[in-house]
């Protein structure tokens, strides 16, 4: 169970992660306010710069955390788990072997891990967990490629194209990580039933 679930050591890390999250967005907020302020009064091309970088940085950090609050609520109790959406895909084994999931699944943060534990949770609440993280993911996954659009005001198509990727890909990794665990997890509970 403990190669599928998060155990007790990674508790701690994973509480210092969302504690590390939520003081990154303090951050990036404030720098963006300072730099936003800044530039109002002294108008240069690196406060600029700066205050679009903060900026968008700061809307990365605060879309996810409001991201995964507003799903969690809207599905909490209601989502269907058994839906076609949430059933393994036939191309996914061969995917998740060439990407080497069971070799780096362990090393993935987890932003609540009270939600996984199967001494808090029963095995059914573990699942919906399971198919309501992938859920935000997903929708992260989309909100992330928004930033593009500031190009138009902006220019520097680059700058946001590539950073709106990398953001949306990184998310795709948690994405995986759900679709990977959650058939291993259901195998595991008709085992023990």
């Not at 909490?76 to 996914?92: G, L, V």
Request: aromatic residues 18%; positive net charge; charged residues 20%.
């Amino acid at each position: 169970m403990s190669t599928v679930l998060k155990n007790n050591n990674s508790r701690a890390q994973n509480s210092s992660f969302k504690k590390l999250l939520f003081a990154l967005t303090g951050v990036f907020g404030f720098c963006f306010a300072v730099f936003v302020l800044a530039n109002t009064f002294y108008k240069s091309g690196f406060l600029f710069s700066a205050s679009i970088t903060f900026g968008v940085t700061f809307y990365h950090f605060v879309m996810r955390l409001a991201a995964g609050y507003i799903v969690d609520k809207v599905f909490k109790n209601r989502i269907d788990c058994n839906s076609k959406w949430f059933a393994p895909k036939k191309f996914e084994k061969q995917l998740y072997k060439k990407l080497h999931v069971h070799k780096w699944k362990q090393k993935v943060p987890t932003f609540d891990p009270e939600q996984f534990d199967v001494e808090k949770n029963s095995f059914d609440e573990i699942i919906r967990s399971m198919c309501i993280a992938e859920i935000v993911h997903e929708v992260i996954f989309i909100l992330a490629l928004l930033p593009i659009f500031l190009t138009i005001p902006f220019g520097d198509f680059w700058i946001f194209f590539i950073t709106s990727v990398l953001s949306g890909a990184f998310d795709m990794i948690f994405v995986i990580l759900q679709r990977y665990n959650r058939p291993r997890v259901i195998r595991l509970i008709k085992r023990k039933t």
